[in-house]
């Protein structure tokens, strides 16, 4: 268990968070989600040791982090904002720099060559690696020491939709191996491919946390959305769908209807237009589900 009591942290001119508490746990993931700026980096420095704090504790399977940071830390793997890797020495060498620190045994970067498919690359300067590979020597790195803790700084940011994915599963799998997972995003839909596994999510702003609710609660928060058909017979359409007992307004682009099941409901609702002769163009939310609840809390 990671116990974060009333942590205060900051640069030198002031603290940039303030009081933060929260508790993570085996088998779920909690997320730090919050717009750039607003401190997440900061308390996962915070956390992992990196950053002293001004006030408060960080415990980490019962042991305090600045009583035994040594042991702490040994819990914990980070990866860091950005792909934070020694470019100019090649894959094998940046695992071995870090094995060594840690001490660990040779096999276990072969294993995680292996696992992260780096094998090829071993001897490639971790510079010339792609974004999506740089990404993977990263999270090799910092699993090298088998951490029971994983804190992952903004994990998805400049991935392309596959790496992400394979990312995403790769955090499925640590989970299910009973780590503790951390990671932080100000990309709100990448929170939609995480339903259906145990998630909390805090919301920060300005240094504090606003909000902590789980991902399926924050979904069904917002129990309707609207989206826009772009569609060539707006007032026929409009006529056609409130038949069916939809809430439909005319916009300059097309109509705008409400929603509450999706996946099901907009199929539906093309299929409809289409088979009286309606053409659609393009159908977008005005806002994902979570954006919603994301901007009214930050407007609050
Ligand atoms: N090394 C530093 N020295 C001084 N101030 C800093 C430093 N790093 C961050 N800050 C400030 O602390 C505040 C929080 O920054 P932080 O990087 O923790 O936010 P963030 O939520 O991770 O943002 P982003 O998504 O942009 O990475 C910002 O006002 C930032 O300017």
């Not at 060559?113 to 993977?136: D, I, P, Q, V």
């Not at 020597?137 to 700084?153: F, S």
């Not at 939709?161 to 839909?189: Q, V």
């Not at 409901?265 to 159908?283: C, R």
Request: net charge neutral; aromatic share 8%; proline share 3%.
């Amino acid at each position: 268990m990671l116990e974060v009591e009333n942590i205060s942290a900051g640069y030198g001119n002031g603290d940039v968070i303030e009081n933060l508490s929260f508790i993570a746990i085996k088998k779920e993931i909690y997320v730090l989600l919050g717009a750039n700026g607003a401190g997440k980096t900061t308390t996962f420095r915070a956390i992992t040791g990196i950053l002293p704090l001004s006030s408060g504790r960080v415990v980490v399977d019962g042991i305090d982090l600045w009583v035994e940071p040594e042991n702490a830390k040994r819990k914990m793997g980070y990866l860091p904002e950005g792909e934070r890797v020694y470019p100019d020495l090649t894959v094998y060498k940046n695992l071995r720099f870090f094995a060594k620190i840690y001490d660990v045994e040779e096999e276990r970067i072969n294993e995680l060559l292996k696992e992260f498919r780096l094998e090829k690359y071993k001897n490639t300067k971790a510079g010339y690696l792609s974004r999506g590979f740089r990404k993977r020597l990263a999270l090799a790195r910092a699993l090298l020491h088998n951490p029971d803790i994983l804190v992952l700084d903004e994990p998805f940011s400049n991935l392309d939709i596959p790496t992400a994915l394979s990312l995403r599963d790769k955090i499925f799998e640590m989970l299910k191996e009973g780590k503790i997972i951390l990671f932080s995003t100000h990309i709100l839909s990448e929170l939609q491919n995480f339903e259906g596994v145990k998630c909390r999510v805090a919301i920060m702003k300005e240094g504090k946390l606003v909000l902590e609710e789980r991902l399926e609660n924050l979904l069904s928060k917002v129990s309707s959305i609207e989206v826009v058909f772009k569609v060539d017979k707006k007032i026929r359409a409009k006529e056609l769908l409130e038949k069916f007992g939809y809430n439909v307004n005319v916009e300059n682009t097309g109509i705008s209807v409400m929603v509450s099941r999706y996946n099901d409901e907009v199929p539906a609702i093309m299929k409809i237009l289409l088979t009286q002769g309606i053409n659609v163009y393009e159908v977008k939310p005005k806002e994902t589900p979570i954006e919603k609840i994301f901007t009214g809390i930050l407007e609050k």
